[in-house]
């Protein structure tokens, strides 16, 4: 399978990486490989699913955010869930989301509830 490499974070300090086929989102790839992540919709129209891109590509310096990390995926359908200024800062749709690159994405209700709630729940 040639796709990306994309590591999920927990605030505990555990870490799973997955690959993330082509035409895989992150959630299926992390479904397929038993690692439990939350979700409801599966459409991009809530934020059960969402993670927090924190770096991309090959030089992980260990920094809080990369400046890429708006473009760190792209999406099947639009993220309805999401404002742009989300976006912006680093948040994903996993359930939608598609890796343009290796990445590291914090995953967990902390995440959830820094970006609150959505505007189609």
Do not use: F
């Not at 969402?50 to 030089?59: F, Q, T």
């Amino acid at each position: 399978m040639s796709g990306h490499d994309v590591t999920l974070e927990w605030p505990d300090g555990r870490s799973e990486t997955v690959e993330v086929g082509p035409q895989e989102t992150v959630l299926e790839a992390a479904l397929r490989e038993r690692i439990r992540l939350p979700y409801d919709c599966r459409k991009g129209t809530c934020t059960a699913c969402v993670g927090r891109v924190r770096s991309v590509g090959e030089d992980h310096d260990g920094s809080d955010e990369s400046p890429d990390a708006a473009n760190a995926v792209d999406y099947r359908r639009p993220p309805r869930a999401l404002e742009e200024s989300d976006r912006a800062d680093g948040y994903a749709l996993l359930c939608i989301a598609h890796p343009r690159a290796d990445c590291r994405i914090e995953v967990g209700p902390m995440v959830r509830s820094q970006l609150g709630d959505s505007p189609w729940g």
